[in-house]
Nanobody
Framework: QVQLVESGGGLVQAGGSLRLSCAAS????????MGWFRQAPGKEREFVAA????????NYADSVKGRFTISGDNAKNTVYLQMNSLKPEDTAVYYC????????????????WGQGTQVTVSS
């Protein structure tokens, strides 16, 4: 089992920045892929960004490219999502997810999920 705990959400004005953290514990492995997803009210959970511990490969949704950066600290078993130039449409609950394989952009491929952290961007 893998436990994931997100933190760092909050309220920010449009154009501002936030950094989300996802601390992993339990049976973590360097072979895991880690992803960030988000879900706005009335919408499906959507892919935001992902990273593979091995090689540090990353992938982003088109809507966040150039604004968000995913990174990881192996020593701390923590994944980060740096969010810059935030827009009101970025408002959502952000979830961290893990899978014992290379990263994926599909929420159906992930086995472990955190409880989510709310990000609200005011206009």
């Amino acid at each position: 089992q893998v436990q994931l705990v997100e933190s760092g959400g909050g309220l920010v004005q449009a154009g501002g920045s936030l950094r989300l953290s996802c601390a992993a514990s339990g049976r973590t492995s360097s072979r895991y892929g880690m992803g960030w997803f988000r879900q706005a009210p009335g919408k499906e959970r959507e892919f935001v960004a992902a990273i593979s511990w091995i090689g540090g490969r990353t992938n982003y949704a088109d809507s966040v490219k150039g604004r968000f950066t995913i990174s990881g600290d192996n020593a701390k078993n923590t994944v980060y999502l740096q969010m810059n130039s935030l827009k009101p449409e970025d408002t959502a609950v952000y979830y961290c997810a893990a899978r014992p394989a290379v990263f994926s952009g599909s929420r159906f491929d992930y086995d472990y999920w955190g409880q989510g952290t709310q990000v609200t961007v005011s206009s």
